[in-house]
């Protein structure tokens, strides 16, 4: 079975500095990709997916990610963290089995002191 | 266009009683899957109908069960509830697709005494 990793479960940033949050998946086959973020009392938003093509991929608010398929990662990025940004983060993945089942890492909590 | 509605947002119940709860997916979807949010084991799968047929199902006891109506709105169902089924519960919806992302409700969140 496919599992996500995700390697920190909390991250404590000032507003201004960089963020990256690691993501590793063990499915060997095709697969489709997601950063979902859930901010305080609300629910689960997309903030980006991959499905083909260019690996890098832009989200909303500012949010990226790059797909590196020899490294099995699809990590997410931000130059420049908010203290709005202030969320908990969950990597996802979907294997192309014909199935629309989401496979979730455990979530990185964010705390972005202003 | 409205989200995906879930209803109740919250409820308490004691071990040994049923519940169920109920998930109205965004108007088009035709895929509804239901996932278990606990702090220990975070978000996993339990499962997903399409067209009122289960078409995928989690490791899940089958205490869990669910179901799917024409009108694609579904519902969930615990019985014997147990103090570990204390847990937010989310339902998406998607078009059913796998390049369709799937989008959350609020969920349920259901307590356990």
């Known amino acids: 079975a496919q599992s996500v990793s995700q390697h920190n479960h909390h991250v404590i940033l000032s507003e201004a500095a960089s963020l990256e949050l690691g993501c590793n998946y063990s499915?060997?086959?095709?697969?489709?990709l997601f950063w979902y973020v859930q901010y305080p009392g609300q629910h689960l938003q997309l903030l980006l997916k991959?499905?083909?093509?260019?690996?890098l991929v832009k989200g909303i608010k500012g949010f990226e990610a790059e797909f590196i398929k020899s490294k099995f990662s699809f990590n997410l990025r931000k130059p420049s963290v908010q203290w709005s940004d202030t969320a908990e983060y969950f990597c996802a993945v979907i294997e192309n089995s014909g199935y629309s089942t989401l496979t979730f890492g455990k979530g990185t909590m964010l705390l972005v002191s202003p | 266009k409205a989200g995906v509605t879930q209803t109740p947002r919250y409820l308490i119940k004691t071990r040994g009683q049923q519940v169920t709860l109920s998930c109205s997916p965004i108007s088009g979807h035709r895929s509804v899957s239901w996932y278990q949010q606990t702090p220990g084991q975070g978000l996993q799968f339990l499962f997903e109908y399409f067209s009122e047929t289960q078409r995928n199902k989690g490791n899940f006891p089958g205490r869990f069960s669910g179901r799917q109506f024409s009108n694609s709105r579904s519902e969930m169902n615990v019985s014997t509830l147990e103090l570990g089924d204390s847990a937010l519960y989310l339902c998406a919806s998607s078009g059913g697709g796998l390049n369709q992302p799937q989008h959350f409700g609020d969920g349920t969140r259901l307590s356990i005494l």
């Open positions: 499915y060997g086959g095709t697969v489709n």
């Open positions: 991959y499905f083909s093509g260019d690996p």
